[in-house]
């Protein structure tokens, strides 16, 4: 059974910085795409970051470009995602996402979320 749990998130004050952590079990975090998205309060979910299985490219969306920072430990099982200098537009639900393309469909899996809520 695959699971994916996050941690890490919290209320920050304007500038600082968060780590979240996602936790895998059940498939490999090295073989799959890993991926954060978040969602704000009555917006769509958007992708944030994401580290590419084999070859461990990294690709960030242009809103955090320069601040945020996703990565893995395969030893741990576990992605990362370096938040810094955060803002008020970042608070939102993070999320943690693995996929994997298998025949021409993709296999996705979510976290259950962290909420990250950035204010003074």
């Known amino acids: 059974q695959v699971q994916l749990v996050e941690s890490g998130g919290g209320l920050v004050q304007p500038g600082g910085s968060l780590r979240l952590s996602c936790a895998a079990s059940?498939?490999?975090?090295?073989?799959?795409?890993m991926s954060w998205y978040r969602q704000a309060p009555g917006k769509e979910r958007e992708l944030v970051a994401t580290?590419?299985?084999?070859?461990?490219?990294?690709n960030y969306a242009d809103s955090v470009k320069g601040r945020f920072t996703i990565s893995r430990d395969n030893a741990k099982n576990t992605v990362y995602l370096q938040m810094n200098s955060l803002k008020p537009e970042d608070t939102a639900v993070y999320y943690c996402?693995?996929?994997?393309?298998?025949?021409?469909?993709?296999?996705?899996?979510w976290g259950q979320g962290t909420q990250v809520p950035v204010s003074s």
């Open positions: 996402n693995a996929e994997l393309w298998i025949g021409g469909s993709p296999t996705d899996y």
């Open positions: 059940g498939l490999s975090v090295s073989t799959y795409a």
């Open positions: 580290i590419t299985g084999a070859g461990g490219t990294t």
